[in-house]
């Protein structure tokens, strides 16, 4: 079908695009692009037509809105070279869990801080370790519960880059409370450039996995490689799982984790010293996915005026432990 974009107009409008030969051909009515998606094929072939004779911007021109807005963000773990990278600098023997190996676990992202490619990325208050997270998401097309793995492929509308930004100093002492991640990671989450349709990636498919060569540079020097068809499970398993005993809905993310070198933390981890160093204001972080194009965000002052909270009110003293 293709790739689309939102993107911002002169007017401040935000529009929808499809993307080709370089260039952002306005689509007919702006429609948000899953409600495109879900039309008829003869209607969405007309408006693709249409687009061809609209408006042509330059993508190097364009200020790219997020692609969707999703009301639920869910971010799995399904690279296993990246955690056993991650347990080198835990408690325990560094082996990956075997629980891992069982189902493909997620947490659940915070889908108001979705950011587009371009976008500035204020550091957060409080942190001297922050980090990248080179991933890819799949948009859901249409909401659904308890979806089997042979019906899957139909309910994915497409695929698009995702940075999971994290302040690991702060994700680190909130890990050791025993509920997972919060304020380390819900402050900013990059989703773009565009979405591509899964039709679009098919000279890539091995099997159920998509070969696409995945990198992450900062200031222009490549920090980490990996390639998509590392992920442990696919797509469609990813999907089957997320629905179990569960609605997912239209436009959610569900996304693959961090690659293999796709983290700082996760060479810290391997080397056991800060190399490279965490990002500083003023760097530039670009991620680049083969076949989804290139997402980009500068890291520029706190904005936040970084309210904060006393310790807990001791109720249960340490007598009574």
Same mark, same amino acid.
């Given at each position: ?24 051909? %306005? ?35 364009? $200020? ?8 639920? #963000? ?28 069982? +189902?493909? +676990? ?16 204020? #550091? ?72 591509? $349709? ?12 998509? +070969? ?39 436009? %959610? ?15 810290? +981890?391997?080397?056991?010293?800060? $190399? ?11 991620? $680049? ?33």
């Amino acid at each position: 079908m293709g790739r689309y974009a939102r993107y911002v107009g002169a007017n401040g409008i935000v529009h929808t695009g499809r993307v080709g030969h370089g260039k952002l051909h %306005d689509i007919p009515g702006d429609p948000e692009i899953l409600e495109l998606l879900n039309r008829p094929a003869d209607v969405r072939r007309d408006l693709d037509v249409r687009a061809g004779r609209m408006q042509k911007l330059p993508i190097e021109d364009a $200020t790219f809105a997020a692609p969707v807005q999703p009301r639920a #963000m869910r971010d799995f773990l399904v690279f296993e070279a990246h955690i056993a990278g991650m347990k080198k600098s835990e408690p325990g023997n560094g082996a990956v869990p075997e629980q891992w190996y069982q +189902a493909p +676990a997620f947490l659940f992202m915070n889908p108001w801080s979705v950011l587009p490619t371009g976008a500035d990325v204020p #550091m957060p208050p409080f942190t001297r370790k922050l980090d990248f997270e080179l991933e890819v998401a799949m948009i859901v097309k249409d909401t659904v519960k308890d979806v089997p793995i042979e019906e899957a492929a139909e309910h994915i509308a497409g695929f698009c880059l995702l940075n999971d930004w994290s302040a690991r100093d702060i994700q680190g002492d909130e890990m050791r409370v025993g509920l997972g991640p919060s304020k380390g990671k819900d402050f900013a989450n990059t989703l773009g450039p565009w979405i591509t $349709t899964p039709d679009e990636l098919e000279q890539y498919r091995e099997g159920d996995r998509y +070969a696409l060569e995945m990198s992450v540079a900062i200031n222009g020097e490549v920090i980490g490689t990996d390639n998509l068809r590392n992920m442990s499970w696919s797509f469609e398993e990813m999907l089957v799982h997320a629905s179990r005993d569960a609605w997912v809905g239209a436009g %959610d993310v569900l996304a693959t984790g961090t690659a293999s070198q796709g983290a700082l933390s996760e060479r810290w +981890a391997r080397s056991g010293s800060l $190399t490279p160093p965490p990002l500083q204001v003023g760097d530039v972080v670009t991620m $680049t996915v083969e076949g989804l194009g290139t997402i980009e965000n500068r890291i520029v002052e706190t904005t936040s005026p970084g309210h904060t909270v006393p310790p807990a009110r001791r109720t249960y003293g340490p007598d009574r432990l």
